[in-house]
Structures are given as C-alpha cells and as structure tokens.
C-alpha cells in the first residue's frame, strides 16, 4: 500500500513553545489529507481536513489559531501546535487520501507522540 | 447518533482459535466504504480489510475476513487462527462520500497463549 511518514514521531517540549509535524505522502500525491489526534486508549479523533491548496476545514471545538494546518504541496501537509500546554500532549496521527476511479483508501502516518512539560 | 458503533470494549481470544469483532454503521449513503484497521502498541495504524457498499461478496485478506450484512448494518471482522502478534487495537471506520471518514471507539483484542 502507499507510504505516509510523519516526523517526528516523538517530541518533548516546554509549555508555550510551538512544535511542528510534518506528514508526508511517499509515493503517492495527496489532495487530502487528515489530521486526528489520540487520547490513550481511546478512539481517533478528527480535528480537520487539509486540502492542497486552500485552507485547512476544522472540526467543531477545535481552535484554529492552537492548531494551525498548512497543506502546502500534494505530499506534505503540517500541523503547528502553537503554544502548546501540557493538556496538548497527546498522540498526533495524520492520513492521507489516495482515490482513483474505484478506489477510496486512507493511509495512516506513524503518528507523533507529543509531550508538554 | 453514532456513525460506527463497536459494542466490545475488550475481547480476549485463546492462541489458534477464531475471533469476531462486532462493528455496526449508520448511514442513509447508498454508496459507502467499511474498512478495519489494527493499532498495536506502536501507535501505527494498519489497514486490514476493505468492504465497498456494493460488493457482493465479504471481502477476504488472508487470515482476516469481514461479514457484511447490509440489511443490518453490520461489518463484523472475523480474524481466523489467532496469534499472538494480533493482540492490539481495532477500529472500525465508515467512508461516507469522498472524504468523510468516521471511526469507532475500538475494541482491544488479547491472544492468549
């Protein structure tokens, strides 16, 4: 199946400091991507849908500013968490849509393990 | 109402023996997709299996298998000859329309040797 890498796949970081996460598609060009995030033994969240291009499409109760999504070509997409605090620690885990004419799949990235101090 | 319902919170299967994950949907689409993805320790998540809306027969990957009942709504995995690398995470998910993907809570699965 087709490749999403994402980096990095564990940071630790002081509260109020940025991180970035990338995702990338490998082998493939991603009109779409997705961002979702994990809380322990619980089940994906969506937090928004990166189209190439244009701007980010955010699901309800997720800040714009906290999260800022940047999807600049068709094999990467960003996530900024923006000063982040300790309850942003989270597992961070980005996908990316390959269609064609009868297919419809969604690959997964490694994901991002994010610790605030 | 929940797009994708997973009623096991936690299953626990003896090494060798076969396993039924539960997982029901919700959708007025005529078109959709249902896929099953496993999640081990390691946090990646792995595809297992795909069902389109209108394929006639249950989709089969090797040892995995999904029971497709539209009538119900119901895609059900069915993991044959259990191991103990299958211990993990697994997740049910829905496409609706293009983009719209929507996952269940999970049920965690434990082999026992």
């Known amino acids: 199946g087709a490749v999403v890498s994402q980096h990095p796949s564990r940071v630790i970081c002081k509260s109020g400091t940025s991180v970035k996460i990338e995702c990338r598609s490998l082998d493939f060009q991603a009109t779409t991507m997705f961002w979702y995030r994990q809380f322990p033994k619980k089940s994906l969240m969506l937090m928004a849908t990166?189209?190439?291009?244009?701007?980010?499409?955010?699901e309800q109760g997720v800040e714009k500013d906290k999260f800022l999504i940047n999807h600049a070509s068709l094999t990467l997409s960003t996530l900024t968490v923006t000063s982040a605090h300790p309850e942003d620690s989270s597992f961070y885990i980005c996908?990316?849509?390959?269609?064609?004419?009868?297919?419809?799949?969604?690959?997964f990235g490694p994901g991002t393990r994010l610790t605030v101090l | 109402a929940q797009k994708i319902t997973q009623t096991q919170p936690g299953m626990f299967v003896q090494e060798k023996e076969a396993v039924t994950l539960d997982c029901t949907y919700d959708?007025?689409?005529?078109?959709?997709?249902l896929f099953w993805y496993k999640q081990p320790s390691s946090g990646e998540m792995i595809f297992l299996i795909y069902?389109?809306?209108?394929?006639?027969q249950n989709a089969t990957e090797g040892r995995y298998s999904l029971n497709f009942q539209k009538a119900r709504k119901s895609a059900n995995l069915v993991i044959s000859a259990s191991q103990l690398g299958d211990s993990a995470m697994y997740f049910c998910?829905?496409?609706?329309?293009?983009?719209?993907?929507?996952f269940g809570t999970g049920t965690s699965l434990t082999v026992i040797p």
């Open positions: 990166s189209n190439e291009g244009s701007k980010a499409t955010y």
């Open positions: 959708t007025s689409d005529q078109s959709y997709g």
């Open positions: 996908s990316a849509n390959l269609a064609g004419e009868s297919y419809n799949e969604q690959f």
């Open positions: 069902q389109g809306s209108y394929d006639q």
């Open positions: 998910a829905m496409r609706e329309g293009f983009n719209q993907f929507y």
